[in-house]
């Protein structure tokens, strides 16, 4: 229990040996390096954690966490070292405020990569959806630039079906019109096959000539088109990247932004890790902004003064000193 008071003790940037000629001030401050030592533990974690989902490497991941954690907790133990009680509350605030902001930073750095380990089922569910909406966004685009080519194909064959259906329209007509004079029911209205229904089942026979040729041509280019079809959507296909999966650190806090845009609960939610964390930050400054004037800030302020004005003495000798060796160089001269 001594051990791990005395690591509390340094973790907050106290002077041990000062401190000891105050104990009733041992609490306070261990205490204070208590909270400063599970806030870099936290930075640890984080720092870790945010790694990991980046480059999915444990050694690298537990490296980093490790350092960023350790970097924190540094300066945590300088912001709340460096703070000196005089009773006089706005001064300190003032000198306080500063590292008050610097805390709130810190804590919303640290506090993001365990908001997305919270929220990690929500984000997961929402990675899936924008993983499909990046498919069809990359598809359409894709889609967009063979629409053209596929486009005027299927205009070309529904024209080349279009020119057969009215030569077949032609080629009835012609054939009902010579059928009609044939049986006296049109043309001439006299049922006989004379010159003229020879006339017109020759009109009626070139036009079935005609069909049978375009047929036979348009159906060549029909089956032209449609293998220019296949081919253009082959390339089509070929050319829609495959669908990649989103999992990195960028896509995570996009999801999360989503899902906080979309969703009030989760955006409470994600604003209390928060307010947590900055609360757990700003805690060390806040406890020695807030706690009054003690007998080790009296100590540390009386060492602070004797070695003012010792230096002010040393200062005082060697210019004395200086100014005798000119004179003596005056009068030498």
């Not at 051990?3 to 609490?27: D, I, K, W, Y």
């Not at 709340?80 to 405020?97: G, I, N, T, Y």
């Not at 932004?257 to 609360?279: E, K, Q, V, Y």
Request: proline content about 3%; overall charge positive.
């Amino acid at each position: 229990m001594q051990r791990l008071r005395a690591f509390f003790l340094f973790c907050s940037g106290a002077h041990v040996p000062m401190l000891q000629r105050a104990p009733v001030e041992t609490n306070k401050y261990a205490g204070i390096g208590g909270t400063i030592f599970f806030t870099g533990l936290l930075a640890a974690i984080s720092g870790g954690y945010a790694l990991w989902t980046v480059f999915n490497e444990l050694w690298a991941a537990l490296l980093f966490g490790l350092v960023w954690g350790l970097m924190i907790f540094n300066l945590d133990r300088y912001i709340v070292s460096s703070m000196k009680k005089r009773d006089q509350f706005w001064p300190e605030f003032r000198m306080a405020l500063p590292r008050l902001v610097l805390a709130v930073l810190i804590a919303v750095v640290i506090s993001k990569p365990l908001e997305l380990q919270v929220f990690d089922k929500e984000i997961q569910a929402e990675l899936v959806t924008m993983e499909q909406q990046v498919y069809k966004t990359q598809e359409d685009k894709v889609k967009d630039r063979f629409q053209l080519r596929i486009n005027a194909l299927q205009a070309e064959i529904s024209q080349l079906h279009t020119a057969i259906r009215l030569q077949a329209a032609k080629r009835d007509t012609l054939a009902l019109i010579a059928q009609q004079e044939a049986d006296g029911t049109g043309g001439s209205r006299i049922r006989n096959l004379g010159p003229i229904y020879k006339a017109k089942k020759a009109d009626a026979d070139r036009a079935e000539a005609e069909l049978q040729a375009l047929t036979t041509r348009n159906l060549q280019l029909i089956s032209e088109r449609q293998q220019q079809l296949q081919a253009v959507d082959s390339a089509m296909k070929a050319s829609i990247p495959t669908r990649s999966r989103l999992d990195g650190l960028a896509s995570r806090l996009d999801a999360l932004g989503r899902l906080t845009d979309r969703s009030i609960p989760i955006r409470w939610a994600n604003w209390f890790i928060i307010l947590l964390f900055i609360a757990i930050e700003c805690a060390p400054v806040f406890v020695k902004l807030i706690s009054p004037r003690g007998p080790y800030d009296d100590l540390l302020q009386q060492h602070e003064h004797a070695f003012e004005i010792h230096r002010k003495q040393q200062m005082a000798v060697r210019e004395a000193a200086f100014r005798e060796r000119m004179d003596q160089l005056a009068v030498r001269s």
